[in-house]
């Protein structure tokens, strides 16, 4: 059995989905994988999530020691999100889920490089093609 913060598991899995039980998460984590961001440029980079759930799921994450949020002290406040050492090891699944996404793309559907968004940004700044 595996215990984290009073909750209980028989299954490692169970862990991982309790954690990344939604598409935000993973997409904010591929985010920072790029580097540290402030709230305007996850929000900017994710045009599809509305400030209340980014809020919620930065918080989420926050709290399972997945990212890191740090405020410097000026006015306007500043605060910075980055993935903490637990985040960071998440790199590899997300370069695997990454080309299994093209890979399965090209095999069953098609791919407008044009309208495809920040993943080629990130992706660069990750040393990524979109070939294995």
């Known amino acids: 059995m595996y215990k984290i913060n009073d909750k209980s598991y028989v299954c490692s899995v169970a862990v991982t989905l309790d954690i990344f039980n939604d598409k935000w998460k993973l997409f904010i984590i591929w985010n920072l994988l790029g580097g540290s961001m402030r709230f305007k440029e996850l ?3 994710i045009s599809e999530i509305t400030q209340k759930t980014l809020t919620v799921k930065l918080k989420e994450l926050e709290e399972k020691n997945i990212i890191n949020r740090e405020v410097f002290a000026e006015v306007p406040p ?6 903490t ?3 960071e090891k998440l790199r590899t ?8 996404g093209i890979e399965y793309v090209e095999e069953h559907g098609e791919v407008d490089n044009a309208q495809v968004c920040c993943e080629a940004d990130i ?5 990524l093609s979109n070939t294995q």
């Not at 500043?78 to 993935?83: D, E, I």
Request: aromatic fraction near 16%; charged fraction near 25%.
């Open 85 to 87: 050492p637990a985040g």
């Open 78 to 83: 500043k605060v910075v999100y980055s993935l």
């Open 123 to 127: 992706a660069k700044k990750l040393g």
């Open 93 to 100: 699944v997300c370069k695997e889920m990454y080309y299994w």
């Open 43 to 45: 929000h900017e980079s």
